[in-house]
């Protein structure tokens, strides 16, 4: 058993049984006090460890890490170490807020220096994103976009059930929870039998997402295993990567998307191992047909991590729109990551994988308004009493996800993006 995964561990530093920061998580993340230089941060609970605290201090001694790795305003320094300094680091944190460690539970004046709670400080952008892919990978997901478009009964492009779909985005629109952006404008096309013209999105869509963050992968050339591919991958978060439906209809052929979907996708600031969530590994889905040999695995790559998407009106009251999982993803992880290499590409120290938007079997557990509006046909009643086809100006859209065993709760928190007007 890894120790910091321990289900028996708590710490000194007080949570209620319904976070999703307890001692057993241990996720990073990038945070920085007013008028100070960024730094790397963990959290239990409420409160946000100031990881190059803890180093100056000499709390992280034999660790084989430089100030420069935690006094950053990225996790790239600290992953170029790899996934056994990341799991030395974690099992540290774990052991210095221990319930049962005095060292730093006792000296309350270093508690000034490396605890602070979440609301006195400003988190930040976790990764420097160097390049970003998004797959297309959940079966309900495709079948119920085939059958509104295309033939219902051959909702699946034949392609589908053999790769891991996926496309290149563009990385530097990626923001963090919390930052809101303008409604996109481009071209739209109303009707088939009229000239496009030029103007703001009206069908602005969320599409419920997880996203990986890698390690350095392998030189170019080379291919990454599908058995060995979580070794390169540092931890998920919560990803909405934000769509205009009606702009992307319009220019997605021949291409594929473009200005429908590079003008904002929104991350959970808080990167959450791999090694903390090994506990809530599950089987994939079966896969019929029998995939390729490059792409089966020995073990799944799946993870039981609950999601919800609400949906907050300009008077600030939510509703839920969705619940989902992220198992119920045909591809997974590992065979994404294993296509998405096995053509020699390399894959570099903070790159992000998007798994593409995660629908379930059934409609109140699809993944975006365009599934559970139903193209626009069957409008979703909010709390205040108006209805939702595609999101409105002011409207704001949380995501949340955590893992659940009787022990403990493994969360990411939440994404948050709102809205606005159009420029």
Known sequence: MIKANDPNLSSWIFYSKESDFPIQNIPFGVFCLKDQHPRIGSRIGDKVIDLYALFRLGYLNDLNLKESDLYSDSLNNLMKHGKHTVHLLRERISSIFDINNPELKENS???L??????SQVNILLPVQIGDYTDFYSSKEHATNVGIMFRDPANALLPNWLWIPVGYHGRASSIVVSGTDFHRPKGQIKPNDNEDPIFGASRQVDFELEMGFITYD????GDAIPVD????????????????ARDIQKWEYVPLGPFLGKNFASSMSAWIVTMEALQPFKVEAPAQDPKVLSYLQYKESSSYDISLQVAIATEKGEETVVSNSNFKYMYWNMAQQLAHHTVNGCNVRRGDLMGSGTISGPTPDSFGSMLELAWKGTKP???HDGSERRFILDNDTVIMRGFCQNEKYRIGFGQVIGKVLPAK
Request: net charge negative; glycine share 6%; hydrophobic share 50%.
């Open 217 to 220: 992968g392998v030189p170019l």
């Open 228 to 243: 060995e591919a979580e070794n390169y991958i540092f931890g998920m978060c919560l990803f909405n990567d934000w769509s």
């Open 113 to 118: 220096e490396v605890l602070f709670d979440e």
């Open 109 to 111: 004046a270093h508690h």
């Open 380 to 382: 979703i009643l909010m």
